[in-house]
């Protein structure tokens, strides 16, 4: 056995005929096997070496318990072990979403969302952000982060909205491709620390319409599609080839050339025509014209959309060009009918083998056959002090001072009284949003970090009393210099946070106008995924700061309000000012149909 894993590290020979060697060695069970990712939850380690599969994930809150670095660690590195237990130990790749820090983790950093790098226009912070990253996700032993989102949003109502660094594609493309630097360390890829990049959703997941998401009937029974929440997310683009590239295709000529080796594809359509299923944009665009040579890995069961006849499903897409399959639970149906699919010349075993060949060229370039179980020795790199105070940083820069009326901001540290309401203010969960510990994020202390309320404490002199009460209820007689009301989104990924209205609800009117009562001037602090509709609200308090989904590390927050950092963030996207009329034209950012409240690049300095 020894000798024949030895072929993996052959001294002298180039990576390409490295994995020429390997594909001809292989059988084609192998090779289904490479193109083949599951979830971890659906398998056990000894059918990672039975199948021979090529990698593993964590779906957003797919996570060992208890939920430590320690266990992710152990956790991956059972599965990776499997892996070189096969016949020509070839390592998997275990991929995550780790879209704001290393996400899933207990314990680890949470930096800002895109929306918020975004808003600091500052593509060397957001590389050092993603350096970070990859060095809490590699001392876990995870080599693969299904990130940057180099979506370009194009509708505020789409949940997704807060992964996409902005509505303007060369911004997108300048702190995307930053995003790849960073995780890769580009001229070192493959060195200790780096991880593989994936941009996605391949092509124009942000430019979906509303009200076009297809509910695939035979993935669904009627109840349950009727709960389905989705109206925009997975839905379907209808521009022009030439609009879908001139706002969608920039990013990803900018993070290729930056270096990316895999590209996940997108749940939406075009103009009716599934992502997954497009031959064109996959084999045509992105691999011929683009001259992409890394590979394509599809999204979450996304292939399962394309046909009630399953097997018609592995058959269209690996045709279309995608190399590997997120399965990601059945994933022996997925095997047996891509080996049907070659037994009746439906596929080709050319395509087999380009597949296997990407995947493996990518394998050899991150060094896995060399790194194997975690790169770090030491686990204590996961929410290092560094890494926060880089949070901090992030968090600092990204704040977008709406209005600011009597110069309300900086506040005075020396301050006699201070009066502090909503739920968010004191809420790890709520200041960090969708896909953080759980795929649609949480409440509460679900990870280490440090809240609203407790940077504040942190920061005001011992003099300074501080009152918060999440509703705005303080005792009879408490009047106060200042307020802070904090307002939120509830955390939500993907389509579940689909909104068509996207106004204050009428509990954050009342606290804004409860606790105006209390206090002689007000600053509304916004944690959201995007902007919220506040226009007949503005005026209700003296100063309005967007503070985004900023994570774990809160003192950035409290270093501009406090004063010891000007503000300086510059809005990602234009500022709606009305509701969105359904059946009128839809105030779409980017079109500027009606004058939005404030515009792209809107800060107050
Ligand atoms: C999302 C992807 C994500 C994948 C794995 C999908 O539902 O669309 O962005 O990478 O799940 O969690
Ligand atoms: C997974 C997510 C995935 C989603 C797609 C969830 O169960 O944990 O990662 O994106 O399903 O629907």
């Known amino acids: 056995m020894v000798t024949q894993k030895t072929i993996n590290r052959q001294a002298g020979l180039s990576i390409k005929d490295q994995v020429s060697s390997l594909l001809g060695r292989m059988t084609l069970d192998e090779k289904i096997g490479q193109m083949t990712q599951v979830d971890q ?43 070189l237990n096969t016949r020509l130990g070839i390592p998997l790749v275990y991929g995550v979403d780790a879209v704001h820090g290393h996400s899933n983790v207990v314990g680890a950093t949470i930096f800002p969302h895109n929306i918020g790098l975004g808003a600091t226009r500052d593509p060397d912070l957001v ?77 124009g997941d942000g430019g979906t319409t509303w009200g076009t998401t297809q509910h695939a009937d035979w993935l669904f029974d009627n109840e349950q599609a009727a709960d389905y929440r989705y109206k925009i997310d997975q839905g379907d683009v209808q521009l022009s080839e030439t609009q879908l590239r001139n ?14 080796r895999s590209i996940m594809v997108s749940f939406s359509s075009w103009n009716g025509v599934k992502s997954h299923a497009n031959h064109h944009l996959l084999t045509g665009v992105l691999k011929s014209e683009l001259g992409f040579t890394g590979f394509l890995v599809s999204d979450w069961g996304a292939i399962d959309q394309l046909d009630a006849d399953y097997y018609q499903c592995v058959v269209t897409s690996i045709n279309a060009g995608l190399d590997m399959i997120m399965v990601p639970f059945e994933y022996q149906r997925f095997i047996s009918n891509l080996q049907d699919a070659l037994e009746n010349g439906d596929v080709s075993p050319d395509r087999i083998d380009d597949a296997v060949r990407r995947i493996l060229t990518v394998k050899f370039e991150l060094e896995l056959f060399k790194r194997k179980i975690a790169d770090e020795p030491s686990l204590n790199i996961v929410g290092s002090e ?65 809240s609203l309320l407790d940077s504040i404490y942190q920061t005001v002199s011992t003099e300074t009393s501080v009152h918060f009460d999440e509703f705005g209820n303080f005792s009879q007689g408490i009047q106060a210099e ?18 068509a209205d996207l106004s204050l609800t009428s509990d954050d009117i009342d606290l804004i106008q409860r606790v105006g009562t209390r206090c002689q001037q007000l600053v509304v602090i916004i944690f959201s995924g995007r902007p919220l509709v506040i226009t007949n609200q503005l005026p209700l308090a003296e100063a309005w ?39 009128h034209g839809l105030e779409r950012v980017g079109t500027g149909d009606i004058a939005p409240l404030f515009p792209f690049g809107y800060g107050l300095r």
Not at 67 to 78: G, K
Not at 160 to 178: H, I
Not at 484 to 496: K, M, N, Q, R
């Open 41 to 83: 939850r659906a398998v056990e380690p000894s059918d990672v070496t039975r199948f021979s599969l090529g990698s593993a994930l964590s779906g957003g809150g797919s996570n060992p318990s208890p939920n430590n670095p320690r266990n992710w660690a152990e956790m991956v590195s059972r599965l990776q072990e499997a892996a």
């Open 127 to 203: 590389e050092r952000v993603a350096r970070a990253t990859a060095l809490e996700m590699s001392a876990t032993g995870v080599y693969w982060d299904f990130a940057p989102c180099v979506a370009v949003p194009q509708d505020l109502r789409w949940g997704r909205t807060y992964e996409g660094f902005s509505q303007d594609p060369d911004l997108v493309a300048d702190l995307g491709s930053a995003y790849v630097r960073g995780l890769q360390n580009t001229s070192e890829f493959g060195s200790p620390g780096t991880v593989l990049a994936c941009p996605k959703h391949f092509l």
């Open 247 to 260: 706002i969608h295709l920039t990013p990803y000529i900018a993070a290729i050339n930056a270096g990316a």
């Open 386 to 450: 560094n890494h926060r105070s880089l949070a901090r940083e992030a968090v600092r820069k990204s704040l977008v001072l709406l209005k600011n009326d009597q110069n309300l901001i900086p506040l005075d540290k020396n301050i006699a009284r201070i009066i502090i309401a909503g739920s968010a203010a004191d809420s790890i969960g709520l200041q960090c949003g969708g896909w953080t510990i759980e795929w649609q994020g949480g409440r509460g202390n679900i990870t280490s970090g440090t």
């Open 482 to 499: 200042v307020g802070i009301v904090c307002l939120h989104e509830i955390p939500y990924a993907e389509g579940v946070g689909d909104r």
């Open 545 to 583: 700061v967007a503070a985004w989904l900023p994570g774990t590390e809160a003192q950035g927050i409290t270093d501009v309000i406090f004063g010891d950092y000007p503000p300086q963030g510059k809005l990602p996207y234009n500022w709606p000012r009305s509701g969105f009329q359904p059946n």
